[in-house]
């Protein structure tokens, strides 16, 4: 939109300005909203504010110093990202078809480095640390990592996929495989996200029931921009907010790119996931440009920098990082004349190096900083990248990126020199397809392991078995359920039974973790409510209608039930993080998640398989089943395959007790 009166804008801003100044931002809120409300009413078409400028949501302004050697964390970050292609290459050598990934990693380097050298903290004395969750796609980097750290060998790297005989490594995040090393399996995408939201509920849990003190503890979750469009990353966004999980980010690569093309090609995604984020409740912070591009918006008086940014769309930005600076000068700049003259004085190459946000580390470390600080609300940070960053003609930018498994020698040169690794590196040697390691009592050697040991140890990094003893208990607790019954009791009863003897057993009756889909009083196990209570952090702030009832639905700050509303998905999440307590944070927990029957069960079957994957010990019960008794109720509700699909997940024991 053009001004057509800027002295009258000029007016307008100076006159809000002198409000702030003289009467306080409150009274200058409500001025804008009686302004607002009479433009509506006059019929005048309003954004809605859900989304804000294209450009970075910190301002250069507002950054922090950044508290590392920019220049060394480079050099690290380049040789990381060269071990990274190579073992995929390497890999590619052998003809076996093994697959891998380059380029989602090369988008992202700079995110995870900046986490791994300043946030993410490693198990100490105090708690388990931070809770990470990588993207699948982007493990080649995370082993490239390990690798320089000492952590891994070059054996393991050369055997990428490759781990039958137990030498190698899996082909993304794999707890089963993989046991001290990966937490979570991330790759089947949606699970990530709904996971680690209900796992950073998880810790408010803990807290709250006085199990463990988890409040220095935060949860990160890297994912992509293409994943955001399953229902599972989106459907719990606004349970974080109400839950005000502020322990909880979410860092959202936006390379614009999807496994076969755009994204959002005639849109922008960052746009719509900041009016998602926002609208859910969210801290959203936007990483968009890199440094270089503060100087040419702070030259930019006409607006039209701005402007062009905020009108281009994602698939001319992905086309721009495909080609080279004189198509970005002719094609992007060279719609206006006013940011045309912005970069004459640059060269076609300076115009090129222009980064995105996600690739500069002090925009991104200022955005976590920010997220760390944020107290009232989980956070998002939308950093922009550019898939395949680096590796040029085979795949920066391009559709075909995700797929990318080989590069001829021209590209590998390339990515030699914009990595910097000339020195490390010579033409003679690069065919050889060379790790390159961190030399011991070298600079980048010292600094790597410095970083880390502040952060107290290395990540990622998995307990396969919990500390201290777990009592179980006796049979003889359950002898009133094992003689014979007065009467006649359904199996769902004589569990609920059981669950009461569990609920008051001395040694693990705070470990129980009742978790229910709302539906409690289907299956009787409404005194629960009142018993132990219904977890909320905010505790009850109404009188329930069945206050004077024997079993009135109590919520509690330190609840013991997990009632997570008509959502299998989230309940499962819930049980999930549960059953895995005991190697999260070296907890054994008892989790029971108690649904209706197949219906509850079929719905959430990717989800058992990451439990299988992630080696949970808990309990999952199919109430109120039978083939023939629900056939009025639908096709969904029939049940009589249940046990067949259970039995399926490999470490998931299959029992039905109406059989016994």
Same mark, same amino acid.
């Given at each position: ?26 009274r ?17 078409d ?29 050099r690290?970050?380049s ?14 050598q ?6 891998g990934?380059?380029?989602?990693y ?5 995110f ?12 100490n004395?105090?708690?388990k ?17 390990a690798?320089v750290?000492?952590?891994m ?31 979570f399996?991330?790759?089947?995408m ?11 509920r998880f810790? *408010?849990?803990? @807290?709250?029931n ?21 229902p ?11 839950? /005000? ?36 409740g ?12 503060d ?5 930019? /008086?006409?607006g039209?920098?701005l ?12 086309t721009?990082?495909? /080609?080279?600076?004189?198509?970005? *000068? ?7 004349q006013?940011?045309?003259a912005?970069?004459?004085d ?21 955005a976590?900083k ?5 107290t ?15 590796m ?6 391009k ?8 590069m001829?020698?021209?590209s ?23 790790y ?5 009592g070298?600079t980048?050697?010292?600094?790597l392991h410095a ?22 208990? @006796? ?31 001395k ?18 196990? @409404? ?69 209706y ?9 990717d ?21 023939t008794?629900?056939?009025? @109720? ?10 067949i ?16």
């Amino acid at each position: 939109m053009i001004d057509i009166d800027p002295t009258e804008t000029r007016e307008w801003l100076d006159a809000i300005d002198s409000v702030i100044k003289t009467e306080g931002i409150e009274r200058a809120q409500y001025l804008v909203e009686k302004v607002i409300d009479e433009a509506l009413a006059n019929g005048v078409d309003l954004p809605t504010g859900i989304h804000t400028q294209y450009c970075n949501t910190i301002p250069l302004s507002e950054e922090p110093p950044y508290p590392g050697d920019i220049t060394i964390e480079r050099r690290i970050r380049s040789v990381i990202r060269w071990n990274a292609i190579m073992m995929v290459l390497r890999a590619s050598q052998k003809d076996l078809e093994l697959g891998g990934h380059m380029a989602s990693y090369q988008s992202a380097a700079a995110f995870y480095e900046v986490g791994f050298n300043h946030f993410f903290r490693a198990p100490n004395e105090h708690d388990k640390g931070d809770i990470v969750y990588y993207q699948g796609h982007i493990s080649p980097g995370i082993y490239a990592r390990a690798f320089v750290e000492g952590r891994m060998t070059a054996e393991q790297l050369d055997n990428f996929r490759q781990e039958v005989h137990g030498k190698g490594l899996s082909s993304y995040p794999h707890p089963k495989l993989m046991p001290e090393f990966w937490q979570f399996p991330t790759v089947s995408m949606g699970l990530a996200p709904i996971s680690s939201i209900y796992q950073a509920r998880f810790l *408010r849990y803990l @807290e709250n029931n006085g199990l463990r003190d988890t409040s220095r503890q935060r949860v990160y979750a890297f994912l992509g921009d293409g994943e955001m469009d399953e229902p599972e990353s989106r459907g719990a966004l606004s349970f974080a907010s109400r839950e /005000k999980l502020n322990n909880l980010c979410f860092l959202i690569n936006c390379n614009l790119q999807r496994l076969d093309g755009p994204v959002m090609g005639n849109g922008k995604i960052i746009q719509e996931l900041e009016a998602l984020f926002r609208g859910a409740g969210w801290c959203v912070i936007k990483v968009i440009w890199g440094s270089e591009w503060d100087r040419l918006l702070a030259k930019d /008086k006409s607006g039209k920098l701005l402007q062009l940014m905020n009108e281009t769309v994602d698939g001319d930005y992905q086309t721009f990082k495909s /080609k080279d600076g004189a198509y970005v *000068r002719e094609h992007f700049f060279g719609k206006y004349q006013e940011t045309s003259a912005l970069v004459e004085d640059m060269t076609d190459d300076e115009i090129f190096a222009l980064r995105r946000g996600g690739h500069d580390p002090s925009k991104i470390y200022a955005a976590l900083k920010r997220a760390e600080e944020t107290t009232d609300r989980p956070t998002v940070i939308l950093a922009k990248t550019v898939k395949g960053y680096s590796m040029g003609t085979a795949a920066e930018g391009k559709n075909v990126a995700h797929q990318v498994k080989k590069m001829d020698l021209s590209s590998i040169i390339h990515l030699r020199d914009r990595l910097w690794l000339n020195d490390r590196v010579p033409d003679e040697g690069i065919s050889k397809l060379p790790y390159l390691e961190l030399e011991e009592g070298s600079t980048e050697h010292k600094y790597l392991h410095a970083r880390r040991q502040a952060l107290h140890g290395y990540l990622p990094q998995r307990s396969p078995k919990f500390t201290g003893d777990f009592q179980v208990p @006796e049979l003889s607790d359950f002898e009133s359920l094992l003689g014979e019954q007065s009467r006649e009791i359904s199996s769902t009863l004589a569990f609920v039974r059981a669950l009461n003897i569990l609920l008051k057993n001395k040694a693990i009756g705070n470990k129980i973790v009742p978790i229910i889909a709302d539906e409690a009083r289907t299956f009787g196990m @409404e005194g629960l409510f009142r018993q132990i209570g219904i977890y909320n952090p905010h505790g009850q702030n109404y009188v329930p209608q069945d206050r004077e009832g024997v079993s009135y639905y109590k919520e509690d700050e330190s609840g013991q039930v997990l009632q997570e509303g008509i959502n299998e998905l989230g309940a499962i999440s819930s049980w999930v993080a549960a059953a895995t307590s005991y190697s999260t944070h070296d907890l054994p927990m008892v989790p029971f998640y108690i649904f209706y029957s197949m219906f509850g069960f079929q719905r959430v079957g990717d989800m058992t398989w990451l439990a299988g994957d992630q080696q949970a010990r808990g309990f999952l019960l199919g109430a109120t089943a039978g083939r023939t008794t629900l056939n009025g @109720e639908g096709l969904q509700h029939e049940d009589g395959h249940s046990h067949i699909l259970a039995s399926t997940v490999p470490n998931c024991i299959s029992y039905d007790p109406t059989f016994a």
